[in-house]
């Protein structure tokens, strides 16, 4: 390609299946989430178990992280994409058994979680290699010597995009069910959904060799973890992707016990918030620019969360949530970032590693923030996860300057070093 738009990308051959399939599983994922959440809560009554039940599955993912990342370079990217999706509808459909007590939908959860932490390598390293040399900001300066790999930066944001409006078509679609019917069919539709994706998945994708040689281990997932750790500059960005959006995630676990009857609401605004911010980095702002507005990005994601702690009415608090969620764009800007940093040989893995740090992050801070609902309320405990994103946020954006000649978290100009440091 010699410019990057989206009817380029969705004439890249594999580009359009990958796209679907990934659609499909997005939208299982949003009916599931909100209906288990939903389950759970009214089984325990309990904000800190509905959140973790919705967000429990990322707890497991630094399981998936430490020893089986290996696989998303290793493995053949159409057949694993499909065992997985399988696996999660048979575990999904498991969840709507009716008088399945607690701890087995928290056991289920769990298996999802370590399930999912080599999906995420192997969907977006799949993508970088569909794009790479494919796609590229034609005379942008800025990125100049980037291989390549803007294409991903663009590729990226209509995926995001792509997930803000299944997540709003989601989220519309479970609120219904939960509120007309039961969960439980919800479960069934995430189930069926899934099961689309792995259909998509075997049936549009090419049966491509994995991108590395070697047999997947807990000892090359060890040594490349380290290589990628090793770099100064890869640390900041993995800290920067992982801290300030999954305290944020933190204050979205707690929509079904801050607003039980209007959750669907919350998290659909959130989604559309998402959608908006990933379609102004993705695609209206020049590249020039994408680069500077990380941090404040960031900082828009965490800011109006700290209004909750006045007990908004639910059309303020659906407003203040969609318009904190377009911070989400900043995830794109410190990827394409991440992708520059990174070897290709290594671009599964360090995107897995992305994934699946994030996601554990979420967890963590989905199990926090309904730790301290619990103690306090769910509006309290959303404040008070706000202020800590903000938090971390200076405090990486301050770390990553120091000493760091291509400026860290907001490199100012040129192309960027792949070296360790």
Not at 180 to 207: E, M, N
Not at 376 to 405: I, N, V, Y
Request: hydrophobic share 50%; net charge positive.
């Amino acid at each position: 390609m010699t410019s990057h738009t989206y009817r380029t990308l969705f004439r890249t051959p594999e580009f359009t299946p990958l796209f679907l399939t990934s659609s499909a599983h997005i939208a299982a994922q949003t009916v599931g989430g909100l209906a288990l959440g939903t389950l759970v809560f009214r089984m325990t009554d309990s904000p800190l178990l509905s959140a973790v039940s919705m967000f429990g599955p990322s707890l497991a993912q630094v399981l998936g992280a430490t020893l089986f990342l290996s696989a998303a370079d290793r493995l053949p990217p159409r057949a694993t994409m499909t065992g997985i999706a399988l696996a999660f509808a048979a575990a999904t459909a498991l969840l709507a058994v009716p008088g399945l007590p607690v701890w087995a939908l928290f056991a289920v959860v769990l298996a999802q979680g370590v399930i999912a932490s080599v999906g995420g390598g192997v969907r977006w390293g799949l993508l970088n290699e569909i794009l790479a040399g494919d796609a590229g900001d034609a005379g942008d300066a800025g990125d100049a010597g980037d291989g390549g790999k803007s294409g991903y930066l663009l590729g990226r944001s209509v995926f995001n995009m792509m997930s803000g409006v299944m997540q709003i078509t989601g989220y519309a679609t479970g609120g219904v069910l939960v509120a007309l019917l039961s969960p439980r069919p919800s479960l069934l539709l995430a189930a069926a959904l899934y099961a689309a994706a792995a259909a998509g998945a075997l049936g549009g994708l090419t049966a491509r060799p994995p991108r590395a040689s070697g047999r997947p281990s807990v000892s090359a997932t060890w040594r490349t973890n380290a290589v990628l750790w090793s770099s100064r500059p890869r640390r900041h960005v993995y800290l920067a992707l992982w801290v300030p959006n999954g305290l944020v995630v933190g204050c979205e676990s707690l929509y079904v016990s801050h607003a039980p009857h209007a959750a669907g609401t919350l998290f659909a605004c959130a989604a559309l918030g998402m959608l908006a911010g990933d379609i102004a980095v993705g695609r209206l702002l020049p590249p020039r620019l994408r680069p500077r507005l990380g941090v404040p990005l960031l900082a828009l994601l965490a800011a109006p969360y700290l209004a909750f702690a006045l007990r908004p009415p639910l059309p303020v608090a659906a407003v203040l949530v969609a318009v904190a969620s377009v911070g989400f764009g900043a995830s794109l800007v410190q990827q394409q970032r991440l992708m520059a940093l990174t070897p290709g040989e290594l671009a599964g893995h360090a995107l897995g590693l992305h994934s699946a740090g994030m996601l554990t992050m979420q967890g963590v801070a989905a199990a926090l923030a309904g730790t301290v609902a619990q103690l306090t309320s769910p509006a309290t405990a959303m404040t008070a996860m706000a202020a800590a994103s903000l938090a971390a946020t200076l405090a990486l954006t301050a770390a990553s300057r120091r000493g760091a000649p291509d400026g860290g978290l907001l490199p100012r100009s040129g192309p960027v070093r792949t070296t360790a440091g």
